[in-house]
């Protein structure tokens, strides 16, 4: 890996390092991100488990090989934008509005109860008040990238726990974004009432407007607008103007830009070709792997030194799995077990979202950096543990093809 | 544009300001790009002249709403690389084995005759002998990426001229190595010739083993890797990691890295399916805008405010075009006019290369500013005549459907 001479030369040819570093860091991390989805589906587990781990063991916790900076957190976030908006493709807003109840009821339960829950655990382990909220305020939203790119690799999309989840983690989006903005000003010293019912009026409208709204209007505008273009492949483009214009508008209101990327998903969902969903296709190959490879680079296990920090983060984990499982599977009791298992099991990730929440808290000054390395710790753990779940939890659907059919295959 | 409540809110939800400014950021180059092309398209010229031109517009020289920094740079960098890609995909290794001595006689008078123009003029206008050299240096290497994207987008890769094109960058961009090298240890006093032969035997070396062995190679052992694989995509994902791998060794080696880009295209172009290249050029639609708009990003027509500048830059210009043209139409001449004309034309983009040499220049102290702002405009200048030059040049050839041909149209 050190062959001195050209590889100063290269340095030399071309000023910046990152020449050399680039096509590196792209070939370690996609490389091992494969290699290991590949030794996990050997072992029967969902791939994107392998994937992650990957970027656990190229990341701080063993090798140290690659640090997060801003080209891969570019990078995974596009990933995930991608990932969101392939599966929204697949999914068709009426079907969606269909379950809205439900999915309300799932998402409310299951933002109530892991908060309670990290709450009084906080408090049982002697606390502060506030790092107590903050710690719930991180057990609260859920991240549904990990869940639906297993349910979307199975073919499970159209089931209706997936949609209820699909629907629920749009929803819980939202409640995350209000429970943060109560949390924070708590931490602040100053609630306003009016501040907040603003935001929950904007960011719920502009979700549910588009959710509801977007489908009849693209099947109206694009054909026109693709009319009036001549180059090649317009209707993708036209379809990553919107995951892009969706996604800005979604970080403006307030809820996440990944969001955005499924509304403008499901948005297109009845009007665009085949085509768009292979082009799309491969971007998401590209990327998502950064994206997975990414939840694990922020695991720093080296932080887990003394026994009190590791007591805290099992306890942590255990609570943030059990609470939102009870929470998620309560709301939806009406669909009995085997779906209320499904739900429950999907709702699990909380990938990076409690991350942010807890290094708020840690900027405020109001969380330890032991609680941080427990919520991040959580946050990875969960997303490792929900896709053996799921698939144990759809075990006995009838395994269709994928959703995203190849477009030609010999 | 000034969302201001919402803005701020957004702003505090995740701590980056990255998480606003990216979606930003990806609409307007993405966006304007494509509104741009659109427009070119409409005048009869090619789109990619107006993806440019959106850099330029959206960049420093006009509205400077966009600046370059890592990330974009990141996606300009992957962009090429997919371009390269995706080109050497669809050209046979043979086929340009074929043309290899005529593209070599077209790549060294297209070195020699840059270089001694580009010095000649610079010493005419009074330069320093190593100031002068240095602009010789920067108009030596040609940016085959632009040419390479017109004549994928119409279908003319296989025309003999284009294939000639191709394989000329190719040994172009080992020459211009050596010539860099060179420049470089004659600013600093120190010619070793030993190390010169030696990167010349391991660049030039490594190209053409990688040329002439690559497709057998791959016919024999794709099949048996992907045997043992079992994740959805697996072709695929073997062709990243070889594109990502041959670009880490293109960089080892001395030569950029999309020359190991395009050599893996063309190493998998005898082996891979209809979905790779699919798959492919999704990933290109997204990132080629990035490389395009990048080079007119680079672009600041502030510095060009007194007239000895403007004067320098212009004559810069045309000794770039002219002597390019010249050089390697003459090292063409066997084939007769018409693709003489096209084979000068298409090898007449500098791009970025250009731009790197006299960076190079500026951080060695013998490079002055002025002189590096009329290269810089140079690079992109001759990037933006080539185009419209080439439609001209291949105006005769039966228009046949583009080469990527979308695997389903409605």
Known sequence: MQPSTYHLLALFVSPEQQALRFPLTMLLIFG??????????????????????????LGPSVLNWVQAN?????????????????????????????????????????????????????????????????????????????????????????????????AAAVIDDVLGLLVLALVSSMAEGKVKIGALATTAAVAGGFTLLVAKYGTSTLQHVMPKVERKLTVAERQFHLALFLLFGLSLLATYVGVAAIVGAFLA??????????????????????????????IGLHLDLSVFTNRHTLTMTA???????????????????????TDMLRVGVGMIPRGEVGMVVAQIGMSLGVVDKPVYAAVVFMAVGTTLIAPPLLNYAYRSCVREAPEIIPASTS
């Not at 589906?41 to 994107?48: D, I, K, N, V």
């Not at 059990?322 to 998620?328: D, E, I, N, T």
């Open 32 to 57: 091992t991100a494969k290699l290991f989805a590949n030794v996990c589906e050997a072992f029967g587990q969902p791939g994107l488990v392998g994937e992650i781990i990957a970027g656990v063991i």
């Open 70 to 166: 801003d080209v891969l957190t570019a990078l995974a976030q596009l990933g995930v934008m991608f990932l969101l908006f392939r599966v929204g493709l697949e999914v068709k807003a009426s079907d969606l509005m269909r379950v809205g109840r439900t999915a309300f009821l799932v998402a409310v339960a299951g933002v109530l109860l892991p908060f309670l829950v990290g709450w009084a655990c906080m408090q049982a382990m002697g606390a502060s008040h506030i790092e107590a909220i903050f710690v719930g305020a991180a057990l609260v939203a859920t991240s549904v990238g990990i869940t639906a790119q297993v349910l979307a690799a199975k073919g499970l999309l159209h089931q209706v726990a997936s949609q209820i989840i699909l």
């Open 265 to 294: 998903g499901m948005a297109l969902s009845e009007t665009v070709e085949q085509r768009v969903h292979d082009l799309t296709h491969g971007i998401g190959e590209l990327l998502v792997p950064f994206f997975l490879a990414g």
């Open 315 to 337: 306890i942590i984990l255990v609570a943030a799995i059990l609470s939102k499982f009870a929470g998620c599977a309560l709301g939806s009791w009406r669909l009995g077990p």
